[in-house]
């Protein structure tokens, strides 16, 4: 089972401050530039969604092919969030559905 | 709003409509193509109605009109499922149609974000969308499973010069050439026909009777046509009526034939006969499906072919099935805008085809429910559920479901659009992507415009998708729609912190233009992303070299304003500038400038205000502005460091560095300076880009513009990640005002940049070299040039940059004058003048270290040093001038060790007075390194035996690494102090020389020989150097002692005593020592001396320790002089033993000294004890480094023996003779007072119990000794012991 996540803590002016790569699978050479648009794209929905809630933790807020987006929102609007995506290695295949 | 006008209701009004099938045979086809139109290009036009108000009539009594009404033509060859492939191809060609036609606009500006929110919405999205979407939702026409696309009619068309024509009509509905609709029984084969015959009027002999002819023929035909297939379904169309050469035409001859032809088709039959057929399918339904009993009739019938195996399309239904009858009366219902009825048999057969698990047909179903809710515009939720369920259902069949999902996506999406629901849409274009890269492209890109139109505009998903998109487009080579998309994706994304993306976004859309040798704008793009230090170490090299590769092909060289490569460090800029201040070297302007201020307080005349005051003559003639700016001289550099940092990990090549400058003169400056403040501002405000805007065309005249002056031109390459400072010059040749605006570069040689100081430094702090900014940071790199000076250039020969302490030096001053013009009043000082010393001008040529032996004829010194307040004058006939440098001499001793910053200021004045600047002054900066080498101490204690004499213990230790150094000299300063040797050197150090480490202990007597004088005191530290010298070479050497009294060791003596300036008083009774040594000559480490070294090692005011008896706390001291042990025969008598003692006075005053000595009883006596102890003679004791030495300490156990004594000695000696005596003393002189004791017994036996009262009587002109000194005092005598023993 191998993962990727991309962690970024985004300032309330859209400026990420923050950016860690996680994850135990074989890094892509463009996986830095995915993660940034997907998780930029996601911000849209998180502004939207952040008034409208009194929740802090927006879990899969947003999801782009099998990469899920949750947000945790600080009260200064500050913005942490994360995409995540586990996929089974071809070979090993599994639990699942 | 009417859901028939919006679009979706537009689209389904125009596309589901009933279908005609035209069967003709190719001569009427040939006739059409005269017109170069084929036969249902000719009638389509005239199937749009718009208001046919035809009557209806369907299921319920009430009938309706009918407005608007459709009919779609297609041959008999075209009734069938489109074929995918050319579908796709018609496709692509559609979309590189359009990318060619936009292309014009890849050169325009890029769209800024806020425009395109404001723009409508039909601006947005290109308008080839609509006409795209309509061709996919057209491949999947004429599918079985659903009913508007079966031909409702079929119209048979033969020409009138077709042979036979009533049996061509009989044979053109010839089953094998219908469509497979109807041969496979999926539709009724039975439909409306409708014969029409085509006459072309221009057929047949030209002649107006020929034509006649022929259209009476054709009549005829009809009359036979109607004959056979009844009158009503016949029909005679005349085309081409119109003679060849008649040109003008009606707007539209044959029109209304045409038009007429048709509105009869649909009014007459086509509508009537749909009505009809509603009417018996309804009810047939009605009676077969309708009511309680027949609906559990039918589940229960279902429920039974259960059995039946699945297929993905479930059982087939013939036209003749009841299933197939309720989709047939449902999509004519439709068309015929009956909804409610359609819905109510679309509801019906839905469950049919859900428990059948066909389940094509159920989507196909579903979709039509949802498009009548739509219709019916009522249950806004049904509607989009059916539609979600149709779009989930055709996407479960997998690929076969494909088509019908896209075409279901996209009127669901129009169904979420007339609702404003935008984002919702975009997901659906967005699961509508097929794996199809063209496709999916094209459905990302609208998407993307659905998330800009959606409320509030979805920026960041907009731009997401436009990369999505791009992508895509790039993948199918359509180049010019991946530009088109990402141009759209980069005003999102146009100075995003996100640096990943706006890499991504610019380095791709530079990469496509260059590919289009659209080479300007992808350099424009490759630029933003040059500063990728984030990137890995390949993307970096990725990305340079695509970006010089396009620069290379665009075959000329860019000029870019703020170039991102390599990274200019603004507050890194230093400007090193000489106005009346200049530098000796470099390294001189790191030092602060309070420093050099201070050391030229005394030397700079004082002004008011130092920085403008010289400038008097021009203060007149300048504006008050320029009092602010920095002064310059014409012919001298202007420097200018500041950091190239490169953000990359890889090398880059810098080439042809240099400065912007212009100059211009002083009269135009005015109107200059404010055309260039407000350049300023505008290059403050201005973007990066490529250099075509007026600020670039102007540094570009300036750079042109060269001739006032010089500049340098610098190369570098910076590794990567490397930092290097660059120092640039510029140099005016003229007077004016000189403006250093930015620097430029070249990077790898084709690419220009530009970088201006002011657009940036109006945010950042300019730290200029040697000024705090007090004023705008842009008048900091302004000057005013002013008239070529004379500049004094100076530096000091061989200074050593590590000595050992006590080193010693001769050094010569360099000064050397460039310009023609002389300098005058010369003056010149030191901040370490222990360090460095000015030497006399005859040192000149001395030949070191011989002149500091003792010469033969001591003279005076002949030309006394002008020194005043540390600050030297140069003699005034003194001055610098042309070619010949002159030289001064300096000495230099290392004083103490460390690191020493020694500064040298050189004062000149011009020559020329009428020069702007009246002074300059020279700053010279040396950092010397000052390493350990002897360290010297002195212990003086009094000689026991005699007055004024003291023993001297010199230790010496080497505290050098390696050196080994021979001690050649010790010198005491002043004629009141005679020094010699204890013993021989030869015997003591008899190795001549100590190696590192070593230390050595010398004793050596030293004799005051202090004469009477009063004036000696007042005038000590400047009194003559007449010393004495003790060499501590063994004999052997011929060395002669060192000259310690002149220049320069006596110089450096004076300053070191200064250095530990003590109070006059205190500076009585002290001496000071000279070492002097040398390193051998064989062990000199390399770099760090030559052949001829001397080190002198002074310590000033060296005083005795123990102060028990000596002047230093009373002015009396004396000595008992007498036998130390006697033998004596007690039984003869008792013994008589003889004291001399010694008294001297060191005051300058008479005293009178009153010796009383006390009797036995006080021996033992607490009170003496106190008074011993408290007297200070106990402080000796515990010196630690004298009771190691017995030999000179004879008192060090004094104690010890003492108390022994005092419980030991029970027979007493008395002092015999007179118990008190007075005598007078002369100031320094001394007299001897005989004494005598007798003994008794045998034993040890301390003479101390005498007292000394003194009395100090003023001499005449002396009334303040008393307050120097202590006037009176009383003294107990020292242990001085004697031993008498029994004599045999």
Sequence with gaps: ?97 | MDPAKTPLGKMLLEEITPVVMVLRTPLVEESCLKNSLSFIEMLTPFCNFHNIDVPVRTSSDQPYRLQKFNLRLFYESDIKQPNLEVAKERLKQVITEAGERDSSELCTDLPDISNVLASSKSEISPFWFEFFNKELVRTVSFSEHEAFDHPVACLLVVSSKDEQPINKFVDLFNTNKLPSLLNDGEMDPKILKHYVLVHDNQDGPSEKYGCLHFLVMATKILAEMKNTFGSNGCDLLCINSSQVEQIEHQDNPWAPYIKDLIQELTSKHIIPYMEQKVRVLNQQVSATRKGFRNQIKNLWWRKGKEDIPDSSNGPMYTYSSIESQIRVLGDYAFMLGDYELALSNYRLISTDYKIDKAWKRYAGVQEMMGLTYFMLDQSRKEAEYCMENAFNTYLKLGSSGQQNATRCGLWWIEMLKTRDQYKEAATVYFRICSEELLHSAVMLEQASYCYLLSQPPMLHKYGFHLVLSGDRYKKCDQIKHAIRTYRSAVSVYKGTPWSYIKDHVHFHIGQWYGFLGMYDVAVTHMLEVLACSHQSKTTQELFLRDFLQIVQKAGKTFEVLSLQLPVINISSLKVFFEDHRTYASPGSTSVRESVWRSLEEDMVPSLPSTRTNWLELQSNLLPKRYKELNICVAGEAIKIAIDFKNPLEIPISISSVSLICELSAISDETKYGAYYFNADVDASCSTAGLCNDEECNNLREIIADTSSFSFSEVNISLGGGETNLVQLTVTPKVEGILKIVGIRWKLSGSVIGFFSFGSNTVKKQVATGRRKVKHSPGNDLKFIVIKSLPKLEGSIRALPEKAYAGHLQHLVLELKNQSEFSVKNLKMKTSHPRFLNIGNQEDLNVEFPACLEKKTNVTAHANPKKISHGVFLFPEDFSVQGENPLFWPLWFRAAVPGNISLQVVIYYEMGDLSSDMRYRTLRMHYNLQVLPSLDVSFKISPCPSRLQEFLVRMDVVNKTNSESIQVNQLSTIGSQWEISLLQPIDTIFPSESLIAGQAFSCFFMLKSCRKSSSTEENTSSLSPRIGSSVSLVPDGSKEAPFDISSSPLADFHDCERLQHRISDQEAENTVDFILISRPLKSNIEPGISDAYHVFSHHACHCRQECANFTASTSPISWVVHGPQTRHHDFSTSYCEINLRMTIYNSSNALASIDIKTLGTTSIGDPSSDATAATSGNQVGWHDVSLSNDVKIAPDALRTHVRKSLSSESVSPFIWSGSSSTRVQLKPLSSTEIPLQICVFSPGTYDLSNYVLNWNLQPVNGHKNVGDRIQSSGTISGYPNYLTVLPSD
């Design chain 1, 1 to 97: 089972m191998a993962t990727t996540a991309c962690f970024i803590i985004v300032s309330r002016n859209d400026i990420p401050i923050y950016e860690a790569e996680v994850g135990s699978a074989t890094k892509r050479e463009d996986a830095a530039q995915m993660h940034q648009f997907i998780l930029h794209a996601a911000l849209d929905l998180v502004q939207d969604l952040a008034w409208t809630t009194s929740a802090m933790y927006l879990k899969a807020i947003d999801r782009f092919n099998d990469m899920v987006v949750s947000v945790y929102v600080t009260a200064g609007h500050i913005l942490c969030i994360c995409d995540f995506k586990c996929y089974r290695d071809k070979k090993t295949g599994e639990n699942g559905e």
